[in-house]
């Protein structure tokens, strides 16, 4: 019923020409969506919000095309403009415009490649608008005729931006599942679009059908996103306080501070402040849990191999027999300390620590920083929990 209301009024709404009208247009942005089965899709968010990125199903890989690049190049043009920084050199839009009539040229060429050549053909125009607006001398005529090449129309911004919302909310936010390029294509929006009125809304409804459907990390980094690219926008003030309520009632986010003190297996309280200083990966397991068991000998590996260059490792069962639990451990070597408790009502899911960071599904880690501050949260499997310590390592 839902997607029947998002697409009846998205056919109202466009049946008008302005991108201002905010009533029609929160009517259909609001239209909340919940409930939807998104554990395939978790680990696709874990990518961020590269445009266009191939996202390989049941692994974390994501395949970055020259498109992706172009775009990636596009959206930091765009923040340079609004920051006012150095004129643009001539010579990047030469190089860039080039880059892609040649992308283009070779899509006409591909079967199949529809989506790719539709994406090349709306990064061009996007490079000629940034470009006309700081060589208009040179670029804006050539924006306007590729415009109506595009869409047989007279150039008109506004007209614009009004097919790439429609786009947006009938190609994404009507679906009844969570798109893994969603985040993508907002991105392409804002970037090709800054100024339309609607941009704001978007990131919220983006946001809070992320949340709904409790990819509560993703909707904080598609937030944040928004944030970067509407900071212009009279409206962005709503966001922000969106994004901190999210916050305010889910810990655990990227950005919060990991802080409990447990009973261990061995019976001594540990307080993960000790560890302040040095990278800390917090893991949620138990021995009752197959994918659990099978990656114990990969955060091992984990930990030998950076544990020298300042990484430990926390962990935190959900195991409800000390003795099963102790044996694993000492069979396995597991070095690092592992916090647990079998207080009545506080087994298995009714682990504080768990519930307080809304551990939902096992195995599951967090990343923090020396500070103690999140800065990967729901890390599912040893490939992405790699590349974050590698990244955090890094710094």
């Excluded at 415009?97 to 994406?119: H, N, P, V, W």
Aim: aromatic residues 8%; proline residues 5%; glycine residues 6%.
């Amino acid at each position: 019923m839902k997607r029947v209301l998002v697409i009846g009024f998205s056919v109202c709404m466009f049946s008008f020409a302005s991108c201002d009208r905010r009533e029609v247009a929160t009517a259909i942005l609001t239209v909340g969506f919940s409930g939807t089965d998104s554990s395939v899709v978790d680990s696709a968010w874990q990518a961020g919000v590269l445009p266009e990125q191939e996202v390989l199903e049941f692994d974390n890989a994501i395949a970055i095309s020259p498109l992706d690049e172009i775009w990636s190049e596009l959206q930091e043009l765009r923040e340079q403009v609004a920051a006012n920084d150095p004129p643009l050199l001539l010579e990047t839009f030469v190089d860039l415009i080039g880059r892609l009539e040649k992308l283009i040229a070779d899509y006409e060429q591909i079967d199949g490649a529809k989506e790719q050549l539709q994406s090349a053909r709306e990064a061009k125009l996007t490079a000629l608008s940034i470009g006309a607006s700081t060589h208009p001398l040179l670029y804006s005529s050539l924006r306007d005729e590729f415009y109506r090449e595009l869409f047989q129309a007279e150039y008109d911004s506004e007209t614009a931006a009004n097919a790439s919302v429609q786009q947006f909310v009938t190609g994404y936010l009507a679906k009844s599942k969570t798109n893994p390029r969603t985040a993508a294509a907002l991105v392409q929006h804002v970037t090709a679009h800054p100024d339309c009125q609607m941009n704001v809304q978007l990131y919220m409804t983006t946001v809070e059908r992320l949340a709904n459907e409790g990819q509560f990390a993703a909707a904080m980094r598609v937030g944040s996103q928004g944030l970067k690219l509407c900071a212009a926008q009279s409206g962005v003030a709503r966001l922000d306080q969106q994004i901190k309520n999210l916050r305010a009632t889910n810990p655990g986010l990227p950005g919060d501070v990991m802080q409990f003190t447990s009973p261990t297996i061995r019976g001594p309280r540990f307080d993960l402040a000790s560890l302040r200083g040095r990278p800390v990966l917090v893991v949620f397991w138990a021995t009752w849990c197959p994918g659990c068991v099978k990656e114990a000998p990969e955060i091992k590996e984990f930990y030998e191999r950076y544990h020298d260059e300042g990484l430990e490792v926390v962990g935190v069962s959900l195991d409800v027999n000390r003795e099963e639990l102790a044996a694993f451990v000492n069979k396995q070597q597991l070095p690092w300390p592992q916090m647990f408790s079998n207080h009545p009502g506080n087994e298995a899911w009714n682990n504080p620590i768990a519930k307080h960071y809304g551990v939902k599904s096992i195995p599951c880690a967090f990343l923090l920083d020396e500070q103690g501050t999140i800065v990967a949260s729901h890390l599912r499997n040893g490939s992405t929990i790699e590349a974050a310590i590698l990244k955090q390592l890094s710094r």
